[in-house]
Every structure is written in C-alpha cells, then in structure tokens.
C-alpha cells in the first residue's frame, strides 16, 4: 500500500486525465451513511475540473448523481445480478463500434430511474429490458460516463459473488438465499443449483458449502468484449482531448 497508493489528502496536487472510480458492496441504509461518503464527495468535486473524463461505476455511480443532482437510488425487490442484453439508445462516441445489444454484467440491490436522470440533463446511452438503465453520461467541466453495471467484469466474477453469498447464507450472516443470477449459468447448472438450494434452506450449515455442484457458464456470456471497445474509446477521447486546455477554476 505505502508504495503504489497515494494518501487521498494529496488529491488537489494530483493531475489526471482520466479517473474510474469503482463501486464497493453498501452497508448503511443510505449513501451519506457509508464510511468513504466524504472522501467520495470530494473526489466528485475534484473530478470535475480536474479530469478530462471520469468512469463513476455503480455505487459510485449511485454516489455521484445523489451528490451532483440529488437524485436517489432505488431499492429493487430482488437482487439484479446476471449478464443482460443492453441496447444502444443514443449515438456517443463511448459505445461506437460496440454491438448491439451488448452483453454486460449487473449486481445490485438499487437502481436510478431513466425519467429521473434525463430530467437532470443525463444523456441515456444503454438500456436493457430487465436490468434498466446501463451506460449514461453528463457533459460537466469534465465528461462524466456512469455505468450501473460492470463491463469490466471477467467471466467468473458473478460467480464469485453468487459464491460468497450463499457461504453468508450458510454462516447465518444473510436471512435470503441468493437468487441464481439471471443469463450466467448453463442450464443444467441451474438445474443442479436449484436443487442445492433446497437442500441449503433445510440444512443451513456453513459446511455444505463443499457439496456444491460443478458450475459451466453459458457459452454467451461474452465477458469483457464491450468493455475492451468501451475503454478503448474513452482512452481514445482522453489521447485526443490531451491538447485542450481544461477550462479555469
């Protein structure tokens, strides 16, 4: 940490063209709540004369439109976790040369209604049927991009977290069993996950946690592909907006 971290109070020395800000799992009831809120409302601040362009992705996404607009999440009835088809709604240099629908990865208990961001002036760039609003973006003194899900995720990083919550379901640390998450897992997994979690609400023990089946994933899951486009876009514009002075303080 002391050698490839920098102490958060040396921020307004720091120069950056760009910033990705990345989300972390909640554990207040609401954003001013959390630990980091003020450190993060800082950053926000700082990022916007300070960065060419930031990345906000979902909690600090959350974070960020609460923070600038005081607009407020949502809490969802169930989980959203799964890989989701999400649709180019807009033309933007971002998702140019990205297919459509692109494939991306969400997990979240909370989400941001489209009516109220455009109402905001946020320009909504990806949109899918069940998971709702994925990519948007606001021109401030910086560009600001803002991802609900995750196109940065691997293949296996759902599965990680699927994991982990039936271990805290197992441990007595969560009340629900997980739902499966939805477009990730081949059928015949679920199947057998299924059944697994029949047997995990009868015999709650943190070691059942071993007797887990085989997991295969769908086979088009395309993990990462838009991100590799997504980013390779936004190095493109911070490489050509490098000769443009940001505006004065």
């Known amino acids: 940490v002391d050698t490839e971290y920098t102490d958060i109070a040396d921020l307004a020395r720091l ?6 800000v990345t ?9 001013p709540e959390e630990p980091f809120w003020q450190d993060l409302t800082d950053i926000i601040d700082w990022a916007k004369t ?20 005081g607009i407020e999440r949502h809490g969802r009835e169930a989980k959203c976790s799964g890989v989701y088809d999400c649709a180019k709604v807009a033309s933007d240099w971002l998702t140019e040369g990205v297919p459509s629908p692109l494939r991306i990865s969400h997990s979240r208990l909370n989400e941001l209604y489209e009516s109220e961001l455009t109402a905001h002036g946020y320009r909504v760039l990806t949109h899918s049927r069940e ?12 560009e600001f991009v803002f991802f609900q899900g995750h196109p ?24 629900h069993y997980p739902d499966i998450p939805e477009g990730y897992f081949d059928a015949e997994t679920e199947e057998r996950l299924a059944g ?3 047997r995990a609400r009868r015999e709650r023990r943190p070691a059942l946690t071993s007797e887990l089946p085989a997991l295969t994933l ?25 000769s443009v002075a940001l505006p004065a303080r």
């Open 15 to 20: 120069q950056f063209d760009g910033l990705i």
């Open 23 to 31: 989300g972390a799992e909640p554990i207040a009831a609401s954003l």
């Open 50 to 69: 300070n960065t060419r362009s930031t990345i906000w992705s979902c909690l600090a996404a959350h974070a960020a439109v609460k923070h600038l607009d």
């Open 131 to 142: 998971a709702g609003v994925d990519i948007f973006a606001k021109r401030l003194r910086s």
């Open 152 to 175: 940065e995720y691997d293949a296996l990083s759902l599965q990680r977290e699927y994991l982990r919550d039936i271990a805290r379901f197992l441990a007595g640390e969560r009340d």
């Open 196 to 198: 697994f979690a029949e």
């Open 218 to 242: 769908r086979s088009d899951i395309a993990a990462g592909s838009a991100a590799a486009v997504i980013f390779r876009n936004w190095l493109g514009y911070l490489a050509e907006s490098a």
